[in-house]
């Protein structure tokens, strides 16, 4: 079976919503991974792309943070509607989503933001 050509990791780590730090799960990633599979099998996708599951990826004030490999990008603040745009622009069209982007100022100032309130 030939390797996958890049893989979607998606963080579905879990905290106590009262923990010092967000996290991806309790920002809908669960429902986030269960859409991208679906739209990758439903786009032709399968095979070519996977979609996983990780732990936390140590980027928890961007959540629900997902990152596609091997194209190393980032994306944050990320929602299961957020999904077709990603198959669609990133996957099928080689063009990353610049809203969703982890290094986006607008999402940059918003994960600075939450990180300041649980302070
Ligand atoms: S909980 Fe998802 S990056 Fe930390």
């Known amino acids: 079976m030939a390797v996958p050509e ?4 998606v963080c579905i780590n879990e905290r ?6 967000p996290s991806c799960r309790n920002e809908g990633s ?6 991208l599979k679906d739209l ?3 786009a032709g996708l399968k095979g070519r792309v996977r979609v996983l599951e990780t732990s ?23 929602k299961a509607k957020d999904a077709e745009e990603i198959v669609q622009e990133h996957l099928l069209n080689n063009r990353p989503v610049e809203h969703l982007l982890h290094d986006n100022p ?3 100032a918003h994960a600075e933001r ?4 649980r302070n």
Do not use: T
């Open 56 to 78: 936390c990826m140590d980027q928890c004030e961007h959540a629900a943070v997902c990152v596609v490999y091997p194209d190393n990008v980032w994306y944050s603040f990320v």
């Open 30 to 35: 669960k429902k986030l991974k269960d859409e």
């Open 106 to 108: 607008a999402n940059l």
């Open 6 to 9: 890049r893989q979607i990791l």
């Open 40 to 42: 990758v099998k439903d």
């Open 114 to 117: 939450r990180a300041e309130k």
């Open 16 to 21: 106590d919503p009262s923990a010092s730090r």
